[in-house]
């Protein structure tokens, strides 16, 4: 079982910054292999904004590179992103999400969301 805490939410104005950190809380027999984020705007579907394996391997949805930057301390199982340049169309419930891998094979968790508010 693992616990995502996720913080670092708020309200900015456009052209601003947020940092938002999820940590992870797992057994020992669980291996964190990837964490990442994921936002859901009002009447939109969940999106992928950015993932990080533990070898450090990332990926970014188009809308959000070279604006936002996804960092990992796998000492502290911890999975930050930072955002940099907000739109107001970056406003969303952003979800920190982990895949474990553990003796009963792959596993997929969520956090309780975080909201990000851009105005204009």
């Known amino acids: 079982q693992v616990q995502l805490v996720e913080s670092g939410g708020g309200l900015v104005q456009a052209g601003g910054s947020l940092r938002l950190s999820c940590a992870a809380a797992s057994g020992r027999s669980s291996i964190i292999k990837v964490m990442g984020w994921y936002r859901q705007a009002p009447g939109k579907q969940r999106e992928l904004v950015a993932v990080?394996?533990?070898?450090?391997?990332?990926n970014y949805a188009d809308s959000v590179k070279d604006r936002f930057t996804i960092s990992r301390d796998n000492a502290k199982n911890t999975v930050y992103l930072q955002m940099n340049s907000l739109k107001p169309e970056d406003t969303a419930v952003y979800y920190c999400?982990?895949?474990?891998?553990?003796?009963?094979?792959?596993?997929?968790?969520w956090g309780q969301g975080t909201q990000v508010t851009v105005s204009s």
């Open positions: 990080i394996g533990n070898g450090a391997n990332t």
């Open positions: 999400n982990a895949i474990t891998l553990g003796p009963a094979g792959a596993n997929d968790y």
